[in-house]
């Protein structure tokens, strides 16, 4: 008996979890809005901000630039952009895919869910499973093309390590962005209202993260506010991963001769290491930082979803 629950909790879960991922996957416009911000950073990178990092880049070297090929600086900011893509991405996927947990609530189809033998943690996890999956995937599948245009443009092959990080940052990313943003929506009873807080998390993420202006540029107390929000720690270790290797190619070019200062400059310019209130934090603290937002937002949506057990019942 105790094997034919599980089993049948199973299914449910699977059945549904499927369920979610297809009503995403199968509504256009909740995909092109959730690729809108990436849209933005790509056309603002092309049309304004590339040339701008070239020649910050260019600067730096000064009179060491005849040692440095055109292509290095390309891959050195066309991994910045690929970073700054992804960070966004793992947000504004995660957001759109969890429409589906606001319409199911407006369409009163939570009801049905409620009155059927489904335990509620099963649907609430068929919800999280689902945007996750999705989140992963776009991500992906955005990332594989990041690594195809850095190729293409002249680039470098990211080593087999630095390729399974980024993915499993995606992965990382996808579960802390799902969720937070899945705490933030069990309070919307509206698709509208969920779209709309969905162009403010739009316009906005791209900024807190340094997609469009690398983070360093603000003041310390703007970098402290937007470094405390979790996508800004996921997105500076993608700029680590990502970018790591093309300030590597430049440094070992350059030989020596400037004892590294161009490494630790390009570094601060681009924001690979995070300031919170003036103190210089890390890779690993980052990654800590993460992994306990994903845990403490976790037992946020337990305690969400007992509480509106309790109120339904």
């Not at 970073?83 to 759109?96: C, D």
């Not at 995937?137 to 990332?143: E, G, P, R, T, V």
């Not at 209130?277 to 992994?291: K, L, P, R, V």
């Amino acid at each position: 008996m105790i094997n034919m629950a599980i089993t049948k909790t199973l299914c449910s879960y699977k059945g549904m979890t499927t369920r979610n991922i297809k009503v995403y996957l199968k509504d256009r416009m909740a995909i092109i809005l959730s690729m809108l911000t990436q849209i933005i950073v790509l056309g603002l990178y092309l049309l304004f901000l590339k040339q701008n990092y070239v020649n910050a880049v260019t600067s730096q070297l000064g009179e060491l630039k005849s040692l440095i090929t055109d292509n290095d600086i390309q891959a050195l900011v066309n991994s910045w952009l690929i970073a700054g893509v992804i960070g966004t991405s793992v947000v504004t996927v995660a957001l759109n895919s969890l429409s589906v947990m606001v319409s199911d609530k407006q369409e009163r189809i939570d009801f049905d869910y409620n009155a059927s033998p489904i335990k509620g943690s099963t649907v609430v996890l068929s919800y999280f499973s689902g945007a996750v999956i999705n989140t992963i995937l776009i991500s992906s599948i955005l990332l594989t093309a990041g690594f195809v245009f850095i190729l293409l443009t002249g680039g470098f092959i990211y080593s087999l390590t630095d390729i399974f990080s980024i993915y499993g940052l995606v992965i990382l990313g996808s579960i802390s962005a799902t969720l937070i943003l899945m705490f933030i929506a069990s309070f919307f009873k509206k698709n509208s209202t969920l779209s709309s807080f969905g162009v403010l998390v739009s316009a906005a993420i791209g900024f807190v993260i340094g997609a469009y202006i690398p983070v360093s540029q603000f003041s310390f107390s703007v970098q402290s506010l937007v470094n405390l929000v979790p996508g800004s720690h996921v997105a500076a270790m993608m700029r680590n991963i990502l970018m790591t290797p093309a300030i590597n190619n430049i440094n070992n070019a350059l030989n020596g001769i400037d004892n590294g200062l161009f490494a630790e400059n390009i570094k601060d310019i681009f924001a690979l290491k995070l300031n919170i209130f003036e103190n210089e934090i890390d890779f690993t603290f980052m990654m800590i930082f993460s992994i306990a937002v994903i845990i403490l937002f976790f037992i946020l949506n337990i305690a969400s979803y007992k509480f509106s057990s309790k109120r339904k019942s």
